[in-house]
């Protein structure tokens, strides 16, 4: 048999199998397309990562502790909230704070709300002009970081264990929280799912306040113009080696691309492997 002879063959049994043909070419077109969606989100899903360690400050240096015993570090806190004024006498050092990561962003603050005789646990988090589904009242504004004000927004599910069903009344209503009282200026619809969490905000202050020295687990040094980072941070080191004289371990400096790589390595070991 010639080779166009083949050729006709296969052409004759493409016009005689037609389910089988199309169901063939289905199954081919949906095989390729899954895979190409699935690297095509780990490459996203890198991009995105790479993203935000381009957005970290070039001039800020992260400050990490290394416990010489794990068990040692369940004692005494390497690092407290009043670390950072004393830091900022460090000459090089413009600024402190605490080392944000995505943990901390998913999960938030857990405090204990009062009003009256009833409580409930908020899981706060910094408002950072988010937009949320307003039910009754207003969203924190600018101003209210600006001039102090101990403003809170809840979810409805909250403001229910608090105030009872009239949402709406409970606008303007005070809770304390952590020793703080915390005007209601708003009431948001959001319900709690498998994939997400409720979260209760507050301006940016309030929430640092509200948190333990126990959730440092690192710290973000801002550097001043023209100093170099590895003189500041012996400084530094210094100065929280004197401060928590305690301590068991040692300060180290962090290496800002340490947290991308590793998710780099995770997310294509999981695309290869699903794809």
């Not at 264990?161 to 009239?166: E, K, R, S, V």
């Given at each position: 048999m ?5 050729i ?10 037609k389910l089988?043909?199309f169901?063939t070419?289905?199954g081919i077109i949906i095989?390729?397309?899954s ?13 995105q990562v790479?993203?935000s360690?381009?957005?970290?400050d070039a001039?800020?240096?992260?400050v990490?502790f ?9 004692v ?10 004393k830091l900022k006498?460090?000459d ?7 080392s ?7 999960i938030g603050?857990?405090?204990n709300?009062?009003?009256?005789d009833?409580?409930?646990?908020l899981?706060i988090?910094?408002?950072n002009n ?8 207003k969203?924190?504004?600018k101003?209210?970081?600006d001039?102090k004000?101990?403003?809170i927004?809840?979810?409805n599910?909250?403001?229910k ?6 949402l ?5 209503k005070?809770?304390?929280?952590k020793?703080?009282?915390?005007k ?5 619809n959001?319900d709690?799912?498998v994939l997400?969490?409720?979260k ?5 202050f309030a929430?640092?306040l509200?948190e333990?020295?126990?959730s ?5 040094v801002?550097?001043?113009q023209?100093y ?5 941070f012996k400084?530094?080191?210094k ?9 068991k371990g040692?300060?180290t400096?962090g290496d ?7 998710f780099?390595k995770i997310i294509?070991s999981?695309t290869?492997f699903i794809?």
């Open positions: 010639s080779f166009l002879e083949l006709n063959s296969a052409f004759l049994s493409l016009r005689t199998h089988r043909v169901l070419m289905i095989g390729i397309s895979v190409v969606v699935i690297l095509s989100i780990g490459a996203g899903l890198k991009a790479n993203k360690t381009s957005d970290v001039n800020t240096i992260t990490n290394e416990p010489k015993d794990e068990r040692s570090s369940s005494v806190n390497p690092f407290d909230y009043k670390d950072f004024q006498n460090v090089g050092v413009e600024k402190v704070s605490k944000s990561n995505g943990l901390e962003n998913l603050v857990n405090q709300a009062v009003f009256f009833k409580q409930t646990y899981n988090d910094k408002y988010d937009n949320l589904n307003l039910m009754y009242g969203n924190i504004t101003e209210d970081s001039f004000n101990y403003v927004v809840l979810t599910e909250h403001a264990a608090l105030f009872g069903n009239d709406k009344d409970s606008i303007g005070g809770i304390k929280v020793g703080e009282f915390f209601v200026i708003g009431i948001q959001q709690s799912s997400s969490m409720t209760d905000y507050v301006p940016g929430k640092d509200l333990d020295d126990t440092i687990s690192s710290i973000d801002k550097l001043r023209g170099d980072s590895k003189n500041v400084e530094v080191k100065e929280l080696e004197a401060l928590h004289p305690d301590v040692t300060y400096q800002p691309n340490a947290i991308s790589k590793t780099e294509s999981v290869g794809a």
